[in-house]
């Protein structure tokens, strides 16, 4: 009862939030809604970009999903952790990181040059596809992989015992995992990138590369047009929204049945093996290389950066802290069916549309300048909030399900259960949420852009201000400084939540 | 003494009717799985709430009470300590729910450890000790809790035979020296016969007795054809 009594508090606190900025982009945009050739221009780039990158990761990441879980190699757990680093890298790290690679004067380009083909541009759709590709290659492999590896260990056992060809053997095991997991994937990746904005800004932009995001932020920001920003805004939450509602008529709950004992056996050709090894170094060479680039380029100019580097880095931090702490407070408040409902909302609301809300609220009181700080820390903090939720929910529900009648027993409740039971079981997923929140908040490249200023910069901006004044070496070095902040300060709050 | 005033307790389909006066002692409750044995004790506990009735304990009613709030302890079949606390503070969290355990609280909680014969494990884990010491360290929070009523809800039934015997003694003698009623649903009717108690049986979505447990246990008794 009580714990519902902070589910309906917390949720009505998240709603008036999400619901604030929104009600004011309506009231700015005048309920009326012209829309420009280049609005709808960005509206089809949008879509276009998503569905490519959607596509892209969903099918490249079958094969690779296939051949890990076909072998096993030394290692290969290892192998499966660095599918996650792509999930914490700040997006302007990787972007940063893809340039160096696949760039004009990148490794591909020069092999490209050397073969005489044209050279990869990654200005523009492509680029814009690529660096998706990049960021949810590995949240497809690690969904399909997991799918695969939950077919109980006995369909395996009688499927090779029928000696059947490839392809027979492809319908009867994968086929039926496929078919399940893959639309939801889409789905997914679908959503995620049709709200991407840093990805846009870095390597999209002009008429024919600008996302719905980009539009509204180069309204707000350049053309000072706030009613066009308001407008966008609004089709932006529209387009996110109706594709979070499609999704769920395409994600299908996961139904595993089967004692699951383990087959290590598949006793593949040597021709399957090659393949398989081959297409996990390459998957590997692609998720390792934009990252490893960063730390070979970025180590030489880390210590002799400007402190105006170390300033936006000190901000970052403070920013990260306070953007975590909200973000796991929140979600231990919603840990229920209908938390995680309104916790989620905030993906439909992008960081982009929720800052120009913001923005717009706050010029009517003050200088929204100066509330720079903890507007990006709470809109950070909404931003991971879904993923929060998500890893605090089961838990929490276990504890509230195993130990509910003992602790009415014993009449434990309210604070000293808080304190005795729920905080003390849930310190492990509290540590890596808090890791996650501040992980991802210190490497946001989203509201900052709209509240930041010269003088008020988080490190992503920073880099991106670097980037733009073609100061290569220290956005470089201030890259790998940002992924070692990010890396890091997961590091330290999941180590915390183990320790303690 | 416990009155229950024409109860019924409903659960989806199943329906349990309970109307009896259990005087004070040890009292085991038997019937087969899914009779109703452990809804008749939640129902006392305040943990399953009733459709229709009353229940006393002595003259006061106590169904629309909380648990907490109710002259009753249980231990269930499992989950009767906290997995993640010692011993310790599983058992301080009845001395005051304070956020640490005092000096005072923890001499308390030794004192108890003691009469169950656990004292040395004051701080170990659940996990670091056996079934059967677990089941004393809940006894040990029931006598910290001075109800005058303890429920035990088969908590000793993954125990090996001398263990459970052993507990069974444990908790008859307890409850003797605190003067604690007790009601403790069994299975076995072995479990009935090794202490002089009375019993209720639970059959046919009734609670039936108390009985004599020579009289529950006879051939042509409530238990026939369970026996």
Redesign the interface.
């Known amino acids: 009862m009580a714990h519902r009594t902070v589910t309906v508090i917390s949720s009505l606190f998240l709603v008036g939030l999400l619901l604030g900025p929104l009600m004011f982009l309506i009231h700015f945009s005048g309920l009326s809604l012209n829309l420009t050739s280049s609005d709808m221009a960005a509206i089809e780039f949008t879509f276009v970009q998503a569905a490519y990158s959607a596509t892209l990761s969903t099918v490249l990441a079958i094969p690779v999903a296939k051949a890990l879980q076909r072998q096993n190699f030394w290692g290969k757990q290892l192998v499966v952790l660095f599918l996650g680093a792509p999930f914490i890298l700040p997006v302007i790290v990787a972007v940063l990181g893809l340039i160096l690679v696949f760039g004009n004067n990148g490794v591909i380009n020069n092999i490209l040059n050397f073969f005489g083909f044209e050279p990869f541009k990654i200005y523009g759709l492509w680029g814009v596809v690529l660096a998706h590709v990049f960021f949810n290659l590995p949240l497809a492999i690690r969904i399909i992989l997991q799918g695969l590896n939950d077919v109980p260990g006995e369909q395996y056992r009688l499927i090779l015992s029928l000696k059947l060809s490839l392809s027979q053997k492809f319908f009867a095991l994968d086929w039926p995992v496929l078919k399940k997991v893959c639309p939801s994937i889409w789905a997914v990746v679908f959503a995620i990138c049709l709200s991407s904005f840093a990805v846009a800004l870095t390597l999209g932009g002009g008429p024919k590369a600008t996302t719905v995001e980009l539009a509204i932020y180069q309204s707000f920001f350049y053309d000072l047009d706030f009613a066009k920003a308001a407008q966008l805004a609004l089709v932006q939450v529209f387009l996110v929204f109706s594709v979070v509602v499609a999704s769920q008529f395409i994600i299908r709950p996961e139904t595993v049945l089967g004692l699951n004992i383990k087959i290590f056996n598949y006793s593949h050709s040597r021709f399957e093996k090659i393949l398989d090894f081959l297409i996990i170094v390459v998957t590997l060479l692609f998720i390792l290389t934009p990252i490893s680039v960063i730390f070979f380029f970025g180590s030489a100019g880390i210590f002799s950066l400007p402190p105006s580097v170390f300033k936006a880095a000190i901000l970052s931090v403070q920013i990260a802290l306070l953007s975590s702490f909200m973000s796991v407070f929140l979600g231990l408040c919603l840990t229920t069916k209908i938390g995680e409902v309104v916790g989620s909302l905030g993906i439909a609301v992008s960081p982009i549309v929720m800052g120009a809300g913001t923005f717009l609220m706050l010029k009517n009181f003050g200088n929204p300048y100066l509330l720079a700080i903890p507007v990006t820390a709470t809109v950070n903090a909404l931003i991971s909030l879904p993923f929060v939720i998500r890893i605090l929910k089961p838990p929490a529900e276990e504890i509230r399900t ?2 509910d ?2 602790s ?6 309210g604070i ?1 259960w808080i ?3 729920y905080l ?2 849930l310190k492990r997923p509290i540590g890596f949420s808090l890791g996650l929140a501040a992980a991802l908040s210190m490497g946001d490249l989203g509201v900052i852009v709209l509240f930041g200023s010269g003088e008020i910069a988080t490190l992503p901006l920073k880099i991106y201000q670097l980037m733009g004044s073609y100061r290569s070496e220290e956005a470089l070095a201030s890259a790998l400084l940002l992924s070692l902040l990010a890396f890091g300060s997961f590091a330290v709050f999941d180590r915390i939540g183990r320790m303690l | 003494m416990i009155r229950f005033d024409n109860v019924i307790i409903n659960i989806g389909d199943f329906q349990l009717t309970v109307n009896m006066t259990v005087q004070k002692g040890f009292v085991t409750v038997i019937g087969h799985s899914g009779a109703g044995k452990s809804t008749l004790l939640l129902s006392l506990s305040g943990h399953q709430d009733l459709a229709s009735g009353k229940i006393f304990v002595d003259q006061n009613r106590i169904d629309l009470l909380p648990p907490n709030q109710r002259p009753c302890s249980v231990i269930f079949q499992d989950f009767n300590l906290f997995p993640h606390l010692s011993i310790a503070e599983n058992l301080n969290l009845v001395c005051g729910n304070k956020f640490f355990v005092s000096k005072a609280a923890r001499k308390k909680i030794q004192k108890v450890l003691e009469k169950v014969g656990i004292a040395e494990l004051i701080d170990r884990l659940p996990s670091e000790m056996s079934g059967g010491q677990q089941s004393r360290a809940a006894l040990a929070r029931v006598l910290l809790q001075r109800n005058p009523i303890l429920l035990l809800d088969e908590p000793f039934s993954a125990l090996g035979p001398n263990q459970k015997s052993e507990l069974i003694e444990l908790v008859y003698s307890l409850s003797k020296e605190q003067d604690i009623t007790v009601l403790l649903i069994t299975h076995d009717p072995k479990d009935a016969k090794q202490i002089p108690c009375h019993c209720i049986v639970v059959k046919d979505k009734k609670a039936l007795g108390p009985f004599e447990t020579s009289e529950a246990l006879s051939e042509d008794g409530p238990l026939k054809g369970y026996l």
Do not use: C, D, K
């Open positions: 195993e130990f009648n003992l009415r027993a014993i009449g434990l409740a000293y304190w005795w039971v003390r079981r």
